[in-house]
Protein backbone atom coordinates (compact mmCIF):
# COMPACT_ATOMS: atom_id res chain seq x y z
CA UNK A 1 0.00 0.00 0.00
CA UNK A 2 2.74 2.36 0.82
CA UNK A 3 4.69 1.49 -2.40
CA UNK A 4 1.58 2.38 -4.62
CA UNK A 5 0.92 5.75 -2.38
CA UNK A 6 4.37 6.68 -2.74
CA UNK A 7 4.30 5.80 -7.13
CA UNK A 8 0.87 7.73 -6.98
CA UNK A 9 2.94 11.12 -5.70
CA UNK A 10 5.84 10.53 -7.97
CA UNK A 11 3.17 10.57 -10.66
CA UNK A 12 1.90 13.69 -9.33
CA UNK A 13 4.81 14.92 -8.79
CA UNK A 14 6.04 14.43 -12.55
CA UNK A 15 2.89 15.62 -13.82
CA UNK A 16 3.49 18.56 -12.01
CA UNK A 17 6.23 19.37 -13.67
CA UNK A 18 5.71 18.50 -17.11
CA UNK A 19 2.72 21.00 -16.44
CA UNK A 20 5.02 23.74 -15.70
CA UNK A 21 6.69 23.10 -18.86
CA UNK A 22 3.79 23.08 -20.71
CA UNK A 23 2.69 26.56 -19.08
CA UNK A 24 5.13 28.26 -20.59
CA UNK A 25 4.60 27.55 -24.07
CA UNK A 26 0.79 28.56 -22.99
CA UNK A 27 3.09 31.94 -21.88
CA UNK A 28 5.40 32.52 -24.56
CA UNK A 29 3.31 31.99 -27.06
CA UNK A 30 1.79 34.92 -26.86
CA UNK A 31 4.77 36.78 -28.24
CA UNK A 32 4.94 34.30 -31.08
CA UNK A 33 1.34 35.02 -31.98
CA UNK A 34 0.32 38.54 -31.12
CA UNK A 35 4.02 39.91 -32.30
CA UNK A 36 5.73 38.15 -34.40
CA UNK A 37 2.86 36.42 -36.30
CA UNK A 38 0.01 39.07 -35.93
CA UNK A 39 -0.39 42.55 -35.22
CA UNK A 40 3.50 44.12 -35.00
CA UNK A 41 4.28 43.80 -38.83
CA UNK A 42 1.03 45.17 -39.95
CA UNK A 43 1.32 47.90 -37.37
CA UNK A 44 5.04 48.41 -38.64
CA UNK A 45 3.45 48.96 -42.36
CA UNK A 46 0.51 50.95 -41.27
CA UNK A 47 1.10 53.01 -38.79
CA UNK A 48 5.00 53.50 -37.73
CA UNK A 49 6.79 53.77 -40.99
CA UNK A 50 5.82 56.24 -43.31
CA UNK A 51 4.44 55.74 -47.09
CA UNK A 52 7.44 56.64 -48.34
CA UNK A 53 9.56 54.27 -46.56
CA UNK A 54 12.92 55.07 -44.18
CA UNK A 55 16.17 56.17 -45.94
CA UNK A 56 19.27 55.45 -44.39
CA UNK A 57 21.83 58.24 -46.55
CA UNK A 58 24.82 56.93 -44.92
CA UNK A 59 24.02 53.65 -46.54
CA UNK A 60 23.11 55.02 -49.86
CA UNK A 61 19.87 53.18 -49.41
CA UNK A 62 16.59 54.99 -50.05
CA UNK A 63 13.01 54.01 -49.71
CA UNK A 64 13.13 50.87 -47.15
CA UNK A 65 9.59 49.82 -46.89
CA UNK A 66 8.39 47.75 -43.82
CA UNK A 67 8.08 44.57 -45.16
CA UNK A 68 11.84 45.06 -45.85
CA UNK A 69 12.93 46.65 -42.50
CA UNK A 70 10.99 43.90 -40.90
CA UNK A 71 12.87 41.43 -42.32
CA UNK A 72 16.15 43.21 -41.81
CA UNK A 73 15.11 43.49 -37.88
CA UNK A 74 14.24 39.79 -37.48
CA UNK A 75 17.62 38.00 -39.45
CA UNK A 76 19.80 40.82 -37.12
CA UNK A 77 18.07 39.49 -33.83
CA UNK A 78 18.70 36.17 -34.83
CA UNK A 79 21.86 36.77 -35.60
CA UNK A 80 22.67 37.63 -31.81
CA UNK A 81 20.75 34.35 -31.13
CA UNK A 82 23.44 32.81 -33.45
CA UNK A 83 26.31 34.12 -31.62
CA UNK A 84 25.65 33.94 -28.22
CA UNK A 85 23.30 30.65 -27.74
CA UNK A 86 25.99 27.91 -27.83
CA UNK A 87 28.26 29.30 -25.08
CA UNK A 88 25.27 30.47 -22.68
CA UNK A 89 23.96 26.73 -23.31
CA UNK A 90 27.23 25.28 -22.41
CA UNK A 91 27.74 27.79 -19.28
CA UNK A 92 23.90 26.28 -18.21
CA UNK A 93 24.57 22.64 -18.92
CA UNK A 94 28.15 23.08 -16.27
CA UNK A 95 26.07 25.00 -13.45
CA UNK A 96 22.73 23.83 -13.68
CA UNK A 97 21.50 27.19 -14.77
CA UNK A 98 18.56 26.35 -17.30
CA UNK A 99 16.05 27.23 -15.37
CA UNK A 100 17.69 30.85 -14.32
CA UNK A 101 18.80 31.47 -17.30
CA UNK A 102 14.73 31.03 -18.65
CA UNK A 103 13.85 33.43 -16.55
CA UNK A 104 16.60 35.96 -17.16
CA UNK A 105 15.48 36.34 -21.26
CA UNK A 106 11.32 35.30 -20.42
CA UNK A 107 11.80 39.04 -18.74
CA UNK A 108 14.04 40.71 -20.66
CA UNK A 109 11.50 39.35 -23.49
CA UNK A 110 8.49 40.52 -21.78
CA UNK A 111 9.55 43.74 -20.59
CA UNK A 112 10.42 44.92 -24.22
CA UNK A 113 6.96 43.43 -25.04
CA UNK A 114 5.04 45.72 -22.63
CA UNK A 115 7.31 48.72 -24.06
CA UNK A 116 5.81 48.36 -27.52
CA UNK A 117 2.52 49.97 -26.17
CA UNK A 118 4.62 53.13 -26.63
CA UNK A 119 5.42 52.94 -30.12
CA UNK A 120 3.81 55.17 -31.89
CA UNK A 121 3.42 56.85 -35.66
CA UNK A 122 7.24 57.65 -36.64
CA UNK A 123 8.81 55.78 -34.23
CA UNK A 124 10.79 53.30 -36.33
CA UNK A 125 13.70 53.06 -34.38
CA UNK A 126 12.11 52.15 -31.22
CA UNK A 127 9.93 49.78 -32.65
CA UNK A 128 12.69 47.50 -34.19
CA UNK A 129 15.28 48.24 -31.17
CA UNK A 130 12.26 46.23 -28.93
CA UNK A 131 11.27 44.03 -31.24
CA UNK A 132 14.81 43.14 -32.07
CA UNK A 133 15.31 42.71 -27.81
CA UNK A 134 11.94 40.94 -27.80
CA UNK A 135 12.72 38.78 -30.39
CA UNK A 136 16.08 37.98 -29.41
CA UNK A 137 15.18 37.12 -25.99
CA UNK A 138 12.31 35.22 -27.36
CA UNK A 139 14.57 32.51 -29.16
CA UNK A 140 17.35 32.60 -26.07
CA UNK A 141 14.46 31.52 -23.73
CA UNK A 142 13.32 28.34 -25.89
CA UNK A 143 16.93 27.15 -26.17
CA UNK A 144 17.26 26.47 -22.20
CA UNK A 145 13.07 25.72 -22.55
CA UNK A 146 13.42 23.01 -25.06
CA UNK A 147 16.85 21.65 -23.71
CA UNK A 148 14.41 20.59 -20.06
CA UNK A 149 12.49 17.89 -22.76
CA UNK A 150 15.57 15.26 -22.70
CA UNK A 151 14.93 15.74 -18.49
CA UNK A 152 11.27 15.61 -18.21
CA UNK A 153 10.13 12.88 -20.77
CA UNK A 154 11.35 9.14 -21.84
CA UNK A 155 12.45 8.96 -24.99
CA UNK A 156 9.00 6.98 -26.25
CA UNK A 157 7.06 9.87 -24.93
CA UNK A 158 8.91 13.21 -25.67
CA UNK A 159 6.60 13.31 -29.60
CA UNK A 160 3.66 13.24 -27.60
CA UNK A 161 5.09 15.60 -24.72
CA UNK A 162 6.67 18.04 -27.18
CA UNK A 163 3.24 17.94 -29.03
CA UNK A 164 1.16 18.82 -25.89
CA UNK A 165 3.77 21.41 -25.00
CA UNK A 166 2.47 22.86 -28.83
CA UNK A 167 -0.88 22.67 -27.88
CA UNK A 168 -0.70 24.49 -24.92
CA UNK A 169 1.08 27.25 -26.55
CA UNK A 170 -1.82 27.05 -29.67
CA UNK A 171 -4.41 27.05 -27.36
CA UNK A 172 -2.89 29.82 -25.09
CA UNK A 173 -1.70 32.35 -27.90
CA UNK A 174 -5.26 31.51 -29.02
CA UNK A 175 -7.16 33.08 -26.02
CA UNK A 176 -5.06 36.09 -25.66
CA UNK A 177 -5.42 36.59 -29.19
CA UNK A 178 -9.21 36.19 -29.07
CA UNK A 179 -9.55 38.72 -26.38
CA UNK A 180 -7.10 41.25 -28.58
CA UNK A 181 -9.61 40.78 -31.30
CA UNK A 182 -12.27 41.84 -29.62
CA UNK A 183 -10.55 44.59 -28.37
CA UNK A 184 -9.26 45.94 -31.99
CA UNK A 185 -13.08 45.08 -33.58
CA UNK A 186 -14.45 46.89 -31.12
CA UNK A 187 -12.63 49.42 -29.59
CA UNK A 188 -14.93 52.41 -29.93
CA UNK A 189 -17.00 50.76 -27.16
CA UNK A 190 -14.53 51.33 -24.70
CA UNK A 191 -13.90 54.97 -26.48
CA UNK A 192 -10.39 53.95 -28.02
CA UNK A 193 -8.83 54.62 -31.45
CA UNK A 194 -8.16 51.76 -33.58
CA UNK A 195 -4.71 52.60 -32.94
CA UNK A 196 -4.72 52.37 -29.60
CA UNK A 197 -6.45 48.92 -29.56
CA UNK A 198 -3.01 47.96 -31.31
CA UNK A 199 -1.02 49.23 -28.93
CA UNK A 200 -2.63 47.67 -25.94
CA UNK A 201 -2.78 44.36 -27.41
CA UNK A 202 0.92 44.83 -28.11
CA UNK A 203 1.63 45.80 -24.36
CA UNK A 204 -0.56 42.68 -22.86
CA UNK A 205 1.66 40.44 -24.50
CA UNK A 206 4.50 41.35 -22.01
CA UNK A 207 2.12 40.91 -19.35
CA UNK A 208 0.51 37.59 -20.37
CA UNK A 209 4.26 35.64 -20.97
CA UNK A 210 5.54 37.63 -17.81
CA UNK A 211 2.51 36.20 -15.77
CA UNK A 212 2.14 32.74 -16.61
CA UNK A 213 5.22 32.37 -16.63
CA UNK A 214 5.81 32.39 -12.83
CA UNK A 215 4.11 29.17 -13.30
CA UNK A 216 6.30 27.49 -15.14
CA UNK A 217 8.84 28.80 -12.26
CA UNK A 218 7.20 27.60 -9.39
CA UNK A 219 6.84 24.11 -10.88
CA UNK A 220 9.55 23.56 -13.23
CA UNK A 221 12.60 21.76 -11.62
CA UNK A 222 16.01 21.15 -12.92
CA UNK A 223 18.42 18.68 -11.63
CA UNK A 224 21.55 19.46 -9.43
CA UNK A 225 24.66 19.11 -10.31
CA UNK A 226 27.21 18.14 -7.27
CA UNK A 227 30.59 20.91 -7.69
CA UNK A 228 31.14 24.02 -6.12
CA UNK A 229 30.43 27.35 -7.28
CA UNK A 230 32.55 28.97 -10.18
CA UNK A 231 33.27 32.73 -10.80
CA UNK A 232 31.64 34.48 -13.87
CA UNK A 233 35.24 34.27 -15.64
CA UNK A 234 35.60 30.55 -14.94
CA UNK A 235 32.46 29.86 -16.33
CA UNK A 236 32.88 31.48 -19.68
CA UNK A 237 35.97 30.12 -19.82
CA UNK A 238 34.23 26.42 -18.95
CA UNK A 239 31.79 26.92 -21.59
CA UNK A 240 34.73 27.48 -24.36
CA UNK A 241 35.89 24.39 -23.12
CA UNK A 242 32.75 22.54 -23.32
CA UNK A 243 31.57 23.36 -26.83
CA UNK A 244 35.55 23.11 -27.87
CA UNK A 245 35.42 19.63 -26.66
CA UNK A 246 31.65 19.04 -28.10
CA UNK A 247 32.57 20.30 -31.05
CA UNK A 248 35.37 17.69 -31.37
CA UNK A 249 33.06 14.69 -30.62
CA UNK A 250 30.12 16.08 -33.12
CA UNK A 251 32.13 15.31 -36.12
CA UNK A 252 31.39 11.63 -35.19
CA UNK A 253 28.02 12.32 -35.04
CA UNK A 254 27.08 11.93 -38.73
CA UNK A 255 23.19 11.40 -38.46
CA UNK A 256 22.43 14.25 -36.16
CA UNK A 257 24.90 16.51 -38.50
CA UNK A 258 22.75 15.21 -41.39
CA UNK A 259 19.25 16.08 -39.79
CA UNK A 260 20.86 19.78 -38.30
CA UNK A 261 21.59 20.50 -42.11
CA UNK A 262 18.30 19.40 -43.18
CA UNK A 263 16.56 21.02 -40.04
CA UNK A 264 18.47 24.46 -41.44
CA UNK A 265 17.04 24.41 -45.19
CA UNK A 266 14.12 23.66 -43.86
CA UNK A 267 13.35 25.55 -41.13
CA UNK A 268 14.42 28.55 -43.39
CA UNK A 269 10.72 28.50 -44.68
CA UNK A 270 8.44 27.64 -41.83
CA UNK A 271 10.21 30.64 -40.11
CA UNK A 272 9.84 32.78 -42.83
CA UNK A 273 6.02 31.90 -43.36
CA UNK A 274 5.19 31.99 -40.07
CA UNK A 275 7.36 35.66 -39.49
CA UNK A 276 5.81 37.18 -42.97
CA UNK A 277 2.24 35.68 -43.41
CA UNK A 278 0.46 38.82 -42.03
CA UNK A 279 3.03 41.67 -43.53
CA UNK A 280 2.65 40.21 -46.87
CA UNK A 281 -0.96 39.86 -46.31
CA UNK A 282 -1.30 43.30 -45.42
CA UNK A 283 1.12 44.94 -47.75
CA UNK A 284 1.01 42.62 -51.10
CA UNK A 285 -2.41 41.36 -51.31
CA UNK A 286 -4.42 44.56 -49.32
CA UNK A 287 -6.01 42.50 -46.61
CA UNK A 288 -7.37 44.43 -43.98
CA UNK A 289 -6.54 44.00 -40.35
CA UNK A 290 -9.80 41.47 -39.38
CA UNK A 291 -9.07 39.30 -42.36
CA UNK A 292 -5.63 38.74 -41.22
CA UNK A 293 -6.44 38.53 -37.84
CA UNK A 294 -9.25 36.65 -37.82
CA UNK A 295 -7.32 33.98 -39.89
CA UNK A 296 -4.31 33.64 -37.41
CA UNK A 297 -7.07 33.03 -34.48
CA UNK A 298 -8.41 29.99 -36.28
CA UNK A 299 -4.69 28.71 -36.76
CA UNK A 300 -3.95 28.17 -33.02
CA UNK A 301 -7.17 26.89 -32.15
CA UNK A 302 -6.80 24.55 -35.47
CA UNK A 303 -2.96 24.50 -34.01
CA UNK A 304 -4.28 22.83 -30.98
CA UNK A 305 -5.34 19.85 -32.91
CA UNK A 306 -2.76 19.57 -35.57
CA UNK A 307 0.14 19.59 -33.22
CA UNK A 308 -1.02 16.37 -31.18
CA UNK A 309 -2.82 14.85 -34.49
CA UNK A 310 0.98 14.81 -35.29
CA UNK A 311 2.37 13.47 -31.79
CA UNK A 312 -0.02 10.31 -31.88
CA UNK A 313 0.93 9.64 -35.81
CA UNK A 314 4.52 10.18 -34.96
CA UNK A 315 4.15 6.85 -32.78
CA UNK A 316 2.78 4.97 -35.00
CA UNK A 317 4.79 6.02 -38.34
CA UNK A 318 7.75 7.84 -36.63
CA UNK A 319 8.81 11.35 -36.68
CA UNK A 320 11.24 11.61 -39.18
CA UNK A 321 8.07 9.74 -41.70
CA UNK A 322 6.05 13.02 -40.35
CA UNK A 323 8.11 15.37 -40.60
CA UNK A 324 8.50 14.80 -44.21
CA UNK A 325 4.84 14.62 -44.84
CA UNK A 326 4.45 18.06 -42.68
CA UNK A 327 7.20 19.63 -45.54
CA UNK A 328 5.06 18.58 -48.76
CA UNK A 329 1.97 20.30 -46.99
CA UNK A 330 4.34 23.22 -46.27
CA UNK A 331 5.19 23.15 -50.17
CA UNK A 332 1.76 23.28 -51.26
CA UNK A 333 0.95 26.05 -48.88
CA UNK A 334 3.21 28.24 -50.08
CA UNK A 335 2.94 27.64 -53.90
CA UNK A 336 -1.16 28.24 -52.64
CA UNK A 337 0.00 31.72 -51.58
CA UNK A 338 1.62 32.80 -54.54
CA UNK A 339 -1.53 32.82 -56.67
CA UNK A 340 -3.98 33.79 -53.75
CA UNK A 341 -5.74 37.31 -54.60
CA UNK A 342 -9.13 36.94 -52.55
CA UNK A 343 -9.89 36.99 -48.50
CA UNK A 344 -11.27 33.68 -48.63
CA UNK A 345 -7.95 31.91 -49.98
CA UNK A 346 -5.75 33.65 -46.98
CA UNK A 347 -8.71 31.57 -44.47
CA UNK A 348 -8.12 28.52 -45.98
CA UNK A 349 -4.61 28.60 -46.67
CA UNK A 350 -4.82 29.61 -42.37
CA UNK A 351 -6.61 26.19 -41.67
CA UNK A 352 -3.86 23.95 -43.68
CA UNK A 353 -1.04 25.82 -41.91
CA UNK A 354 -2.73 25.31 -38.45
CA UNK A 355 -2.97 21.94 -38.93
CA UNK A 356 0.90 21.66 -40.46
CA UNK A 357 2.64 24.13 -38.25
CA UNK A 358 2.73 22.48 -34.59
CA UNK A 359 3.42 19.28 -36.11
CA UNK A 360 6.36 20.26 -38.01
CA UNK A 361 7.79 22.09 -35.10
CA UNK A 362 7.42 19.87 -32.37
CA UNK A 363 8.37 16.69 -34.18
CA UNK A 364 11.55 18.66 -35.12
CA UNK A 365 12.50 19.16 -31.76
CA UNK A 366 11.51 15.96 -30.24
CA UNK A 367 13.31 14.11 -33.48
CA UNK A 368 16.41 16.19 -32.23
CA UNK A 369 15.56 15.66 -28.24
CA UNK A 370 15.94 11.87 -29.19
CA UNK A 371 19.27 11.66 -30.50
CA UNK A 372 21.12 14.32 -28.41
CA UNK A 373 22.88 12.88 -24.77
CA UNK A 374 20.56 14.59 -21.91
CA UNK A 375 24.06 15.07 -19.92
CA UNK A 376 24.17 18.31 -22.02
CA UNK A 377 20.85 18.79 -23.64
CA UNK A 378 21.44 22.83 -23.07
CA UNK A 379 24.64 22.71 -25.05
CA UNK A 380 23.53 20.89 -27.66
CA UNK A 381 20.25 22.83 -27.80
CA UNK A 382 22.13 26.16 -28.25
CA UNK A 383 23.70 24.23 -31.32
CA UNK A 384 20.02 23.76 -32.37
CA UNK A 385 19.37 27.16 -31.70
CA UNK A 386 22.14 28.13 -34.34
CA UNK A 387 21.48 25.78 -36.90
CA UNK A 388 17.57 27.50 -36.36
CA UNK A 389 18.54 30.63 -36.11
CA UNK A 390 21.46 30.51 -39.57
CA UNK A 391 18.70 29.63 -41.11
CA UNK A 392 16.13 32.40 -39.63
CA UNK A 393 18.81 34.72 -40.50
CA UNK A 394 18.39 34.10 -44.50
CA UNK A 395 14.52 33.45 -44.85
CA UNK A 396 13.62 36.73 -43.99
CA UNK A 397 16.64 38.53 -45.42
CA UNK A 398 15.82 36.92 -49.11
CA UNK A 399 12.06 37.28 -48.84
CA UNK A 400 13.00 41.38 -48.14
CA UNK A 401 15.68 41.64 -50.87
CA UNK A 402 13.20 39.79 -53.24
CA UNK A 403 10.74 42.24 -52.25
CA UNK A 404 12.84 45.19 -52.82
CA UNK A 405 14.47 44.46 -56.48
CA UNK A 406 10.75 43.30 -57.54
CA UNK A 407 8.65 45.73 -55.57
CA UNK A 408 6.56 42.06 -55.21
CA UNK A 409 6.32 40.06 -52.31
CA UNK A 410 5.03 37.33 -54.88
CA UNK A 411 7.98 36.25 -55.92
CA UNK A 412 9.68 36.33 -52.03
CA UNK A 413 6.59 33.52 -51.06
CA UNK A 414 7.65 31.29 -53.68
CA UNK A 415 11.44 30.77 -53.31
CA UNK A 416 10.74 29.00 -50.25
CA UNK A 417 9.55 26.33 -52.63
CA UNK A 418 13.13 25.42 -52.58
CA UNK A 419 13.44 25.35 -48.88
CA UNK A 420 10.82 22.90 -48.17
CA UNK A 421 11.84 21.07 -50.76
CA UNK A 422 15.97 21.07 -50.61
CA UNK A 423 15.43 20.06 -46.73
CA UNK A 424 13.77 17.29 -47.17
CA UNK A 425 15.73 15.32 -49.73
CA UNK A 426 18.40 15.72 -47.15
CA UNK A 427 15.96 14.39 -44.69
CA UNK A 428 15.49 11.51 -45.94
CA UNK A 429 19.12 10.17 -45.48
CA UNK A 430 18.72 10.43 -41.71
CA UNK A 431 19.30 6.90 -40.37
CA UNK A 432 17.29 6.99 -36.52
CA UNK A 433 18.87 3.64 -35.30
CA UNK A 434 22.34 5.25 -36.00
CA UNK A 435 21.60 8.20 -34.45
CA UNK A 436 20.72 6.52 -31.12
CA UNK A 437 23.66 4.39 -31.50
CA UNK A 438 25.79 7.53 -31.75
CA UNK A 439 23.87 9.67 -29.10
CA UNK A 440 24.60 6.44 -26.45
CA UNK A 441 28.21 6.41 -27.28
CA UNK A 442 28.53 10.49 -26.80
CA UNK A 443 26.36 10.28 -23.50
CA UNK A 444 29.05 7.65 -22.39
CA UNK A 445 31.72 9.64 -23.12
CA UNK A 446 30.19 12.71 -21.21
CA UNK A 447 29.88 11.12 -17.96
Same mark, same amino acid.
Request: aromatic share 12%.
Given at each position: ?????????????????????????????????? %?????????????? +?????????????????????????????????????????????????????????????????????????? /???????????????????????????????????? /????????????????????????????????? *??????? !?????????????????????????????????????? *??????????? !?? *?????????????????????????????????????? /?????????????????????????????????????????????? *??????????? =???????????????????? !?????? %??????????????????????????????????????? !??????? +????????????????????? =?????? =????
Amino acid at each position: MNVTAAATRTRTAHDRVLHGWYMYDWANSAFAVT %ILSALFGPYLDKVV +VPDAGVSIPLLGISALSATSLYGYALGLSALLVLLTSPILGAIADSTSAKKSFLMFFCYLGSTASLLMFFVGEG /DVTMALLLFMVANFSFVSANVFYDAFLPHIAAPEMQ /DVVSGKGYAYGYAGGGILFTLQLLLVQFHDLIG *VSEVMAV !RMALGSVGLWWGGFSLITFQRLTEPRLEQPRQKATALV *VDGFRRIAMTM !RK *VRSLRQMGTFLIAFMIYNDGIQTVIAMATIYGSEELGF /DTLTLMGALLMIQFVGVVGAQIFGMLARRFGSKNMVIVSLVIWTGV *VIYAYFMTEPM =EFWILGAVVGLVLGGSQALS !RSLYSR %IIPPAASAEFFGFFSVFEKFSAIWGPIVFALIRQLTGSA !RLSILSL +VAFFFVGLIVLTFVRMKDAEA =ERDILE =ESLR
